[in-house]
């Protein structure tokens, strides 16, 4: 949704990575006034949430550089390679950072992570019928990254002490649940 009201003037690209490129952009407010931000553009990602035959939770404990720690959250990964949907690169993520395939895989939601300054949007699936095939770890973190499988409970217990702290993970559990 845009507003017809609020006019990007100008763009001036700060950074341009293999990612994300960094922008300040200026807009004209529907009082007139110029004014300026700075964005993160983000080429999108999916992330999946694997239900276990038994009802656990299939989430992933890797290190993230950013924040100096490991964390437990869903197999997530941006949408990189040309041509593919989200559930293709959702299908994708979950082998390469799990090892399941899944018989199942059904969008759940779609959210924007950071909109004060970015647009990345993240495709969230779920997947069901989990085969295990044999993880194919492609990058430094997959490669030391493990897969923890969690109860609902446990999953809420770690919620609760702040041991999971990722918001598209917390943000899928308790999405699924509600449409459960």
Do not use: W
């Amino acid at each position: 949704m845009t507003s017809p009201e609020f006019e990007q003037l100008d763009e001036t690209v700060r950074y341009q990575g293999r990612m994300v490129r960094m922008s300040t952009l200026h807009f004209r407010s529907p009082d007139g006034e110029v004014f300026e931000r700075d964005f993160v553009f983000h080429p999108g990602a999916v992330a999946v949430l694997p239900i276990a035959d038994d009802g656990s939770y299939v989430l992933v404990r890797q290190y993230r550089t950013p924040l100096g720690r490991e964390t437990l959250e869903l197999p997530a990964g941006v949408r990189d390679k040309d041509g593919e949907d989200a559930a293709g690169a959702a299908a994708r993520e979950l082998a390469e950072e799990t090892g399941y395939v899944a018989d199942h895989m059904e969008a759940l939601v779609s959210v924007h992570t950071a909109p004060g300054f970015s647009n990345e949007e993240v495709s969230i699936f779920v997947a069901t019928g989990l085969h295990q095939q044999g993880r194919e770890a492609d990058g430094v973190e997959e490669q030391h990254m493990s897969v923890v499988e969690l109860t609902p409970a446990e999953f809420d217990a770690m919620a609760i002490s702040g041991e999971i702290t990722d918001a598209k993970t917390l943000l899928a559990v308790y999405q699924y649940r509600c449409l459960a």
